[in-house]
């Protein structure tokens, strides 16, 4: 049998690992039994690491210790306004790195960015390997449409530590609009709208013959679920006793405790009209705590009134992304609803009215990505080649000239592959040789670029600049590469750059390391889980025999060829089963666990 394959959607607030089954995406169930895997990660006081729903546990006690939204930071280089940045969005400091790169101070240690995400990946992939039973390393993981090269760059970083090649990096519009089905059978617009924990995203596709084509993008990252849940917090802190209140504000773990309590109510409200709080123990902490407890109730209605203006700045951005791309609301053929916020009814709501047309049903919206990541796998597995991805350049692309300036040639949006060309003159007459340093962004300055290289022409002959022109050329791959020509018109000398993007955060020996750290750490778990399955295994089969009894009896009473049929498949996969379980076969026992699951489900 063909190497299972997965995609991931490795997500801010949460992740989830999906696969096909039986021709269909299915999100795999986490070993804990949950359908999606908090992006949390965190250390133990004796160095345990623990991520996801355990990690999220620990926030409560010790929200010094974990680690969540480092998609925020991955593949991003350090400057103070990120370190500034952060401080409005994660408790925990953001330093820089041995190469400038992010790192993040949890549990008295600074842990790279992209080790985090290779432990949640990691994580991932012990799910996978305890649903199939045997060793996967083959993933589509997803990124926002709008990452840079670095960005993803470090996402493969990551993937590499957790021992998963990376068969595709895809966008996660395009991944939700596979698996909504706007494959060969739709061609039009589709606009993606996705409200995470922490971002939010807008994607506009064009999708012609499985061609799926980014349009545009543009976002807020800084507006997602947590707003809505601190807007709950706020009107909290307003109703905790006078005494209490100002200590309640200024403590981490009340705010901590508030937090939780908020974003279960939030998610309670999406389908009751009324939610319950109560919490415990909120005050000061100090040396001599002073503690109270506050219970409360928030109806669906209120909570609208919280959180409305939050929900309009998301068609705000609805608008100026479509502004940008000359379109208008009722040019979307389809809406397309990603990420958990989307569940809330009044975002549903205004967002059918703003685009007059109801948002494309049938798929939980947080599953989506990873759904759409799952049948691409699948297909580049397959070699398919149906889904021939075609993206926009997600930022300009220009050359540094004098005035610490840049003169763009690619502009973002544009659809790549594409080519520009432009020609410079020496800044200085007798200048005998350029440098043409090569930025990525949207700022028309140097500083608020990302510098990707340089190429320099030596021996150029400028006694008169005017007559020294300078051609540059620039082709972009849909790879997402740069090449970078510059030729010297005069003498036709010509030099040539292939810009990769930076494709490590870390240097080789500590990706090694952390790569051998992760390895040994998923032995451990693998061995553990592997005795826990068993015994899962074990009682499944004991109620599957019961089962068998029971279908047996019914059968003789009122015999028929389905119900002998019934026995019949429940009575071979316990008996497979058994066998597997006797060879210590730990594929088998997955397979037939699965499929037993699916029968009696
Ligand atoms: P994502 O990063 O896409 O998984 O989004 C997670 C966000 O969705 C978090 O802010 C959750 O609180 C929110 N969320 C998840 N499920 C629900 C729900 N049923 N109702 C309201 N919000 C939800």
């Given amino acids: 049998m063909a190497e299972p394959t997965i995609g991931i959607d490795l997500g801010t607030t949460y992740s989830a690992v999906a696969t096909m089954v039986e021709g269909r995406p299915q999100l795999i169930l986490n070993r804990g039994g949950g359908r999606l895997t908090p992006s949390m990660v965190g250390f133990l006081p004796d160095g345990e690491r623990v991520v996801g729903e355990r990690a999220r546990a620990l926030v409560e006690h010790s929200p010094e210790s974990v680690a969540f939204a480092a998609k925020r930071f991955i593949g991003r280089k350090w400057t103070p306004e990120i370190a500034a940045d952060a401080k409005e969005v994660v408790p925990y400091p953001v330093v820089a790195g041995p190469q400038g790169e992010c790192r993040i101070k949890i549990a008295g240690r ?96 064009e999708i012609k013959d499985g061609v799926y084509e980014v349009r545009a993008t543009g976002g807020d990252a800084h507006l997602g679920g947590e707003d809505f849940d601190n807007r709950i917090v706020q009107w909290l802190i307003a109703q905790v006793p006078e005494p209490f209140r100002e200590a309640v504000a200024k403590d981490r773990l009340s705010l901590q ?28 902490h100090g040396e001599v705590p002073r503690l109270t407890d506050l219970e409360t109730a928030l109806t669906r209605q209120f909570f609208e009134i919280l959180s409305r203006p939050l929900s309009e700045r998301c068609l705000a951005v609805c608008e100026q992304v479509m502004a940008e791309a000359k379109l208008d609301p009722q040019s979307m053929d389809a809406v397309l609803l990603v990420g958990g916020m989307t569940r809330v009814p009044l975002v549903q709501q205004l967002v059918a009215d703003f685009f007059g047309k109801e948002p494309v049903p049938g798929l939980n919206p947080d599953e989506v990505v990873a759904l759409g990541a799952a049948v691409h796998a699948d297909e580049v597995m397959q070699q398919s080649g149906r889904a021939l991805l075609i993206d926009v350049a997600a930022h300009s692309l220009g050359v540094g000239v004098l005035g610490g300036k840049v003169k763009r040639l690619i502009n973002k949006n544009t659809s790549v592959p594409c080519s520009a060309r432009e020609i410079f003159l020496p800044g200085q007459h007798g200048q005998s040789h350029v440098r043409i340093p090569i930025y990525q962004g949207d700022s028309d300055y140097q500083d608020e670029n990302r510098k990707l290289g340089e190429v320099s022409l030596q021996h150029i002959n400028a006694v008169d600049r005017s007559q020294a022109p300078i051609e540059v050329v620039f082709e972009l791959g849909t790879d997402g590469m740069l090449s970078v020509r510059a030729t010297d018109l005069k003498s036709g000398t010509t030099e040539a750059l292939r810009i990769e993007a930076r494709n490590t955060e870390l240097s080789p020996q500590e990706e090694q390391k952390l790569t051998r750290d992760q390895a040994k750490y998923a032995e451990q778990q693998s061995l553990n889980d592997a005795e826990r399955q068993k015994q899962l295994f074990e009682r499944m089969l004991e109620k599957s025999e019961k089962l068998v009894r029971m279908l047996d009896q019914s059968a003789n009473e009122n015999p028929s060829e389905e119900a002998r049929a019934a026995v019949a498949s429940v009575r071979t996969l316990v008996d497979l089963g058994r066998a597997a379980l006797k060879a210590n076969n730990l594929q088998q026992i997955a397979e037939v666990r699965n499929r037993l699951s699916r029968l009696v489900r």
Avoid: C, W
């Fill in 257 to 284: 405790k508030l937090k939780i309590a908020a974003e279960k109510a939030k998610r309670e409200l999406t389908d009751a009209v009324e939610a319950y709080l109560s919490i415990q123990g909120i005050g000061d």
């Fill in 110 to 205: 600074v842990v790279p960015v992209t080790q985090i995400s290779a432990m949640i990946l990691g994580e991932l992939k012990l799910d996978a390997e305890a649903y199939f039973g045997r060793h996967v390393s083959h993933a589509v993981i997803t990124v926002p449409a709008n990452f840079d090269d670095g960005q993803r760059a470090a996402t493969k970083e990551a993937a590499r530590i957790a021992g998963l090649e990376v068969m595709r990096i895809i966008n996660e519009p395009t991944a939700a609009a596979v698996a909504y089905g706007l494959d060969k059978n739709f061609t039009g617009r589709a606009l993606v709208f996705d409200l995470g924990g922490g971002t939010f995203d807008v994607s506009i596709l």
